[in-house]
Structures are given as C-alpha cells and as structure tokens.
C-alpha cells in the first residue's frame, strides 16, 4: 500500500513513532489500516515522509476519525469521503459515526474558514453531509411506536444546526419514531391536519432563524392542534434562554437529544393523567 520495503517502514517506526503497530503473540508487527491509509494518502500529497507523518497524525489515524474526514472534505474528495465513512461504519452504529465523525468534521471547517461568507471547503462538507442523512434516512426502518415527534426547523443552509436537526429526525425514527419534520413556515390553519396524522407527544422547537412572534405562533398553533399534553422542547437554542423559560432544552448534540426524547416518551408513569413527555429542564452535561 505504501510502495516501501518492511525495513524502511521499520525505521520509520524507529525515527519517528508512526505508524505505531501492536504486536501479535508471536512479536509480528500489526498496522491499523486507518493509519496506513491515512500516512499513504498524505505522502501521495507531499513525497516527503516527514511532512506526511505530520499531516496524517493532524489528520487522524484511528477509524472514524474527523480529522481524516475533514481531510477529504478539504482536498474536494467524495470518494475518500465515502471510503472513510463506509470504514467507520464497519466499527460503529449509524448514530456514533454522524455525531463523532460527520458533524464534528463540518463543523471544523465552518469554525476555521475565517472568510466572509461561506469557505469551498465548509459548502462542499455542508452539501456532501446533508446528502448522506438524507441517504440514511431513506432506508431507516419503519416506525414501530404509537406516539411522534413534531420537529419544527427553523435553520437555514447552510447552518451547522441544519445537519444537527437531521440527525435528530434520523436517530428518532432508527429507534421506530413517527417523526413529521416540517419549516417554521407553515399555515397556522392547516397545522392541525398534520398535528392530527401524527398525533405528537412532543413538538421541537430547532434552529436560529424563527423570531419570539413567530416561536409563539408555533406553539399557539401546536397546543390548538395537539391539546395541552403535547411536550414543547428547545433543541439547540431555538428559543433563547432568558433563565425564566419554563421550556424543556435537550441540548445540542443529536444523540443525547434522542435518548432524552425516548427515555422520557415511553417510560412508565406512575399515573394515567401524567403526560409521557413532561420532562424536567436538563443540560447536555
């Protein structure tokens, strides 16, 4: 794969610390694939070993790791981009892979471009990630759950929060919730005929571009349509935080959303009268 002999990977081994192997019972070398990838592809770029051991370790060795993502997404590579995803995807589940690798990679980008108006790098990351949720959406498995979840997007592209409210949609419905995704933008009238197909425990309240009127409107039109046992949630910072909210906030990462979302949902309650969705307010801690 790297195109050297065993002995100059040795003295790389030597001089410099990397690639790292474990050792086998009987004393032979193991290389982790990831790193070999990730050393090959960076002495592709550079043809110098020094340079490219540096890259690969800034990079990420290990599978599943962002900065060999962000790598791709930077060099404009979807294939490399699939490659590594399809490897973490070996290891992990669906759900470890988007909040470790997918989000943190797009996120880097967005953080460090630095540029007025959005980065190459950051919008072809931004499109490639919303693409494969959406891929993954697709053939999530059916719902096997009574009571759905309303997610409310009031992000708009090329947000960060746009991807985090994806993989919300798509970890909730891996874990057989009906989930009815829908804009801000919505005939408050007709709200109720979707409210009713649905029949929500809980209505999220997601991304920054919906104003106080608007959020009040919503959630008006949500309590009309659904009655007083439907749970509202803020998912990362919807509704700003003034301390005297009363509003349940999940946090910011998809994951630890998902699980507060179930766990609340369809635990038991003590009594029939108690809403399945009334939740206590929790950080992301």
């Known amino acids: 794969m790297l195109g050297v002999s065993p002995n100059t990977l040795r003295s790389w081994e030597r001089r410099f610390g990397y690639p790292s192997p474990r050792r086998s019972e009987g004393g032979h070398r193991q290389f982790e694939l990831a790193e070999i990838e990730a050393l090959r592809q960076a002495f592709e770029e550079t043809q110098n070993i020094s340079s490219a051991i540096s890259i690969a370790r800034e990079r990420g060795a290990g599978v599943g790791s962002p900065g060999g993502l962000r790598g791709a997404f930077e060099a404009f590579d979807q294939e490399r981009a699939d490659r590594l995803l399809e490897a973490s995807l070996a290891v992990r589940s669906v759900e470890r892979t988007v909040q470790s690798m997918l989000l943190p990679a797009v996120a880097s980008l967005q953080d460090e471009s630095g540029l007025r108006g959005v980065a190459p790098e950051y919008g072809?990351?931004?499109?490639?990630?919303?693409?494969?949720?959406?891929?993954?959406?697709?053939?999530?498995?059916?719902?096997?759950?009574?009571?759905?979840?309303?997610?409310?997007?009031?992000?708009?592209?090329?947000?960060?929060?746009?991807?985090?409210?994806?993989?919300?949609?798509?970890?909730?419905?891996?874990?057989?919730?009906?989930?009815?995704?829908?804009?801000?933008?919505?005939?408050?009238?007709?709200?109720?005929?979707?409210?009713?197909?649905?029949?929500?425990?809980?209505?999220?309240?997601?991304?920054?571009?919906?104003?106080?009127?608007?959020?009040?409107?919503?959630?008006?039109?949500?309590?009309?349509?659904?009655?007083?046992?439907?749970?509202?949630?803020?998912?990362?910072?919807?509704?700003?935080?003034?301390?005297?909210?009363?509003?349940?906030?999940?946090?910011?990462?998809?994951?630890?959303?998902?699980?507060?979302?179930?766990?609340?949902?369809?635990?038991?309650?003590?009594?029939?009268?108690?809403s399945p969705w009334n939740m206590r307010t929790v950080s992301n801690e």
């Open 124 to 274: 072809f990351a931004w499109r490639y990630a919303t693409g494969w949720l959406a891929a993954a959406l697709r053939v999530a498995p059916p719902a096997t759950r009574e009571q759905g979840v309303a997610i409310f997007d009031a992000s708009r592209p090329p947000d960060i929060d746009a991807l985090h409210i994806q993989a919300l949609e798509l970890f909730l419905r891996r874990a057989g919730v009906r989930v009815l995704a829908l804009p801000f933008e919505l005939h408050a009238a007709r709200l109720s005929n979707a409210l009713r197909a649905l029949r929500p425990g809980a209505a999220v309240l997601s991304g920054g571009h919906a104003s106080l009127n608007e959020l009040g409107r919503l959630v008006y039109a949500v309590r009309q349509g659904s009655g007083e046992g439907v749970e509202i949630v803020d998912y990362r910072g919807a509704l700003p935080d003034t301390g005297a909210s009363t509003i349940t906030r999940l946090g910011s990462e998809p994951l630890a959303a998902a699980q507060m979302l179930l766990e609340h949902a369809y635990s038991a309650k003590p009594t029939v009268a108690a």
